[in-house]
């Protein structure tokens, strides 16, 4: 079993910025890939982005250029720098790990953009 904690949902206006972070209780070299997913209500959940063991990252044409995803290997963590938040990205925000095959998903962290 691996446990995800997330913080740094909030509230912001369109165009301000946010960081998530999602810290695991096992290291981090023993995921395949980590990253985000994001549902909004009345969607399905979308993969917003995610990083692969060995640093690659894939993103979401709606958040490319906008969003970087990062890991810091120290403290086990990813961490997700959403800039020129809009609207649209409002959702719930869920950290997510490929353990073994496996995902586990974090509790998720309301985004909530303003216009």
């Known amino acids: 079993q691996v446990q995800l904690v997330e913080s740094g949902g909030g509230l912001v206006q369109a165009g301000g910025s946010l960081r998530l972070s999602c810290a695991a209780s096992?290291?981090?070299?023993?995921?395949?890939?980590m990253g985000w997913y994001r549902q909004a209500p009345g969607k399905q959940r979308e993969l917003v982005a995610t990083?692969?063991?060995?640093?690659?990252?894939i993103y979401a044409d709606s958040v490319q250029g906008r969003f970087t995803i990062s890991r810091d290997n120290f403290k086990n963590a990813v961490h997700l720098q959403m800039n020129s938040l809009e609207p649209e990205d409002t959702a719930v925000y869920y950290c997510?790990?490929?353990?073994?095959?496996?995902?586990?998903w974090g509790q998720g962290t309301q985004v909530t953009v303003s216009s």
């Open positions: 990083i692969r063991r060995i640093g690659s990252s």
């Open positions: 096992t290291s981090i070299f023993s995921f395949n890939g």
């Open positions: 997510y790990v490929d353990y073994k095959s496996t995902n586990f």
